[in-house]
């Protein structure tokens, strides 16, 4: 019978046997609740011939989980204190490749172009810690339309803001740049008791499934746009736009042709306001 990684037991006694703790300035919380994982990994991999890019396998309590679902499984773990644990722990699996590597300083090309080639679904899981769910997301929201989806573990306070309404204080760059992306789907809530050690919060698992078009030819610049234009949270649109272009007369032209008000703020437009102002800006 396989050894479950996810149960408290199991991680108590790979924790003592590495004389390891969980490091918090890593965002070390692991999970030890085998229905919750399995139920990501069976999210996760959505068809019969899926790489997954996992991003912080831990101890490998997802990673196992993946490496039966999926055909392949390329993780980037930043700790080194974990290596010898994942080699060790995932060694009866050969479809799984550890990267000891901070996943903000990768190279993604390097590893979702020969996956691309192979003909792969590429999808990416993760149990993601707080400090780096968004610079992550906007890593991958940017990267391009070779992901079909991101099945990621965050603070549900965090996880609430994607369903952020315009005007509403939760609404920014990211809520806008994931509108444009994905569809966004809630597959669980998850509470605290069922990590090592015990978040002060409770978390969720959230679904981003990347729409097929890409409807703007260059999106590198619109996401550049939409983030300018909320840089300053508190200045209007016409200040934001000014100090990104450095030409205030030239952006109050562009805000007008695009029919929105130049004293208007950023969290009070649409996706569709923000395509009509991409569309006079190029
Ligand atoms: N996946 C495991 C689980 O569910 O039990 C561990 C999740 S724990 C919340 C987050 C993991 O991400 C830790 O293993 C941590 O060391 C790793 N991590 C943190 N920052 C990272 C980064 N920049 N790049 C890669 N891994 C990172």
Known sequence: MIQRIATPSQTKAILEKHDLYAKKNYGQNFLVECGIVEKIARHAVISDHCAVIEIGPGIGALTQFL??????VIAFEIDSR???VLNENLKDYDNFTLIMQDFLNT?????????????YDIVVAANLPYYIT???LFRLFEYGETIRSITV??????????GAEVNSKDYNALS???RYRCDVLKVCKVPANVFQPKPKVDSAVLQFRFHKEKPLENEALFFELVKECFRQRRKTLLNNLGNYLGNKQKAEEIIERAGIKPEARAQSLSLDDFVSLYEVFI
């Open 67 to 72: 490496c039966e679902y999926a055909k392949k």
């Open 82 to 84: 974990l290596e010898p």
């Open 107 to 119: 190279d993604l090309e390097e590893y979702i172009k020969p996956l691309c080639d192979e003909g």
């Open 134 to 136: 968004t610079p992550i």
């Open 153 to 162: 573990m965050m603070q549900k306070e965090v996880a609430d803001r994607f």
């Open 176 to 178: 806008v740049i994931t």
